[in-house]
């Protein structure tokens, strides 16, 4: 289900307004061609820096650069015209002080256009987020599994198995509200915590690897195409493109090996005979 109201493009407000309401619908997105795909059915466009691994085949995000998220964040907006587009702040970025990350952030708003930024860390980034947000820099939060702190975690666990350890995931989601994020990421959170933050924050939840009961959900583009090798198990393959390009780029080598491609379809003849 399509929910634009009309062909202005939504903007942070916009989907603030969606919480309790019609889940909102969020993919990532790193070429102006897949852009185009999303913008006619999802209500907002993420610019994740999972581009990293998706795009440059790293291992994890921490190499990504301001520069890497504003070229993909300017192709994604010229390929897009109704979604609200997020862009992420990678590693780096934003962490060493509020002026660093508002410095980061509206290189990103200025180069790229788009309509908000999205950065990961609860309690120990609200100054931040709200300084950004005083300053007109709509800020999406992201909690749960941060995936830029990979080496302080040790590995990509699911957060919030053990009851034990709700507490400080809340405070994050509580905090990030609090200091004027217009929503949150939970990402890789136990269900009954997910839905618990969501019955609890004023903000829009979206979900990757959380609950249902959230506001919207998110999912890597690549992933849930199935052209990504290997997927968490909160991705449901929604296709299996792999199999099918792999036939496609089998074929056509063959009819190149065989001179049967280019075809007579496929050349320019001269208008009259020589
Ligand atoms: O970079 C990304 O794709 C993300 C999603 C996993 C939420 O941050």
């Not at 889940?23 to 581009?51: E, F, K, N, W």
């Not at 015209?81 to 990103?108: C, N, T, W």
């Not at 990504?228 to 393959?237: D, G």
């Amino acid at each position: 289900m399509s929910v634009h109201r009309d062909d202005r493009r939504l903007t942070a407000p916009d989907i603030l307004a969606r919480k309790g309401g019609v889940p909102i619908a969020m993919l990532t997105s790193y070429h102006a061609h897949t852009a185009r795909l999303a913008d006619q059915h999802c209500d907002s466009i993420l610019v994740g820096d999972s581009l990293g691994m998706v795009m440059h085949g790293l291992e994890t995000t921490v190499p990504v650069t301001l520069d890497m998220m504003i070229l993909q964040g300017l192709a994604v907006m010229r390929g897009s015209k109704r979604a609200l587009v997020v862009v992420d702040m990678p590693f780096g970025s934003y962490e060493a002080s509020k002026e660093q990350a508002f410095h980061a952030a509206a290189r990103i708003l200025k180069e790229t256009g788009c309509g908000a930024i999205k950065l990961e860390g609860g309690v120990r980034m609200a100054e931040t987020i709200r300084f950004l947000v005083e300053r007109g820099i709509p800020v999406m939060g992201h909690v749960g599994l941060t995936p830029q702190s990979i080496n302080t975690l040790g590995s990509f666990r699911a957060q919030g198995r053990d009851p034990a350890d709700w507490a400080p995931i809340e405070a994050d989601a509580r905090a990030v509200a609090e200091a004027g994020a217009f929503s949150v990421v939970l990402e890789a959170i136990a269900e009954p915590l997910a839905a618990k933050i969501t019955k609890d924050v004023p903000i829009p939840t979206i979900g990757i690897g959380a609950s249902a009961t959230c506001d919207g959900q998110v999912l890597v583009l690549e992933d849930m195409l199935g052209l990504s090798p290997r997927v968490p198990k909160f991705v449901k393959r929604y296709a299996d493109l792999g199999p099918s390009i792999e036939r496609a780029v089998a074929a056509y080598a063959e009819e190149v090996r065989s001179r049967t491609f280019p075809g007579p379809e496929n050349v320019y003849p001269v208008k009259k005979a020589p």
